[in-house]
Each structure stands twice: as C-alpha cells, then as structure tokens.
C-alpha cells in the first residue's frame, strides 16, 4: 500500500492550531457510552441512535 499524500494551503503550525482544542478520545468516549445505553434501554431521550447491521454479519 502506498504511503498517504495530505496536500493543504495551511501550514503546519496553522494545522496544529486549528485542532490544539479537539479532544478526539472525549468524543469517541462519548459515543460509545451513548451506544452502551442504548444498548441497555438506558440512553436518554436526547440520544441519536441508528440501528444498522453490518453487511455479512450473522444475526
């Protein structure tokens, strides 16, 4: 496979300061413990779930 080509008219230093306050990990965290609620028949009513099953999958 070949490597990955990211092409931007930002600088590097523009780039980092555009993402120094994102918190990835939060938001992952977040949505996986929304969807464990959901799982449990705890989520609140202001969470967004679509259930979707995965091509291939056994049920």
Not at 45 to 54: D, F, I, P, Q
């Amino acid at each position: 496979m070949s490597e990955l080509i990211f092409e931007s008219s930002l600088t590097m230093e523009e780039i980092e300061r555009k993402f120094q306050d994102t918190d990835f990990f939060t938001g992952i965290w977040e949505g996986l413990e929304e969807a464990i609620a959901f799982k449990k028949g705890t989520a609140s009513s202001e969470t967004g779930v679509h259930k979707r099953s995965l091509p291939g999958k056994c049920r």
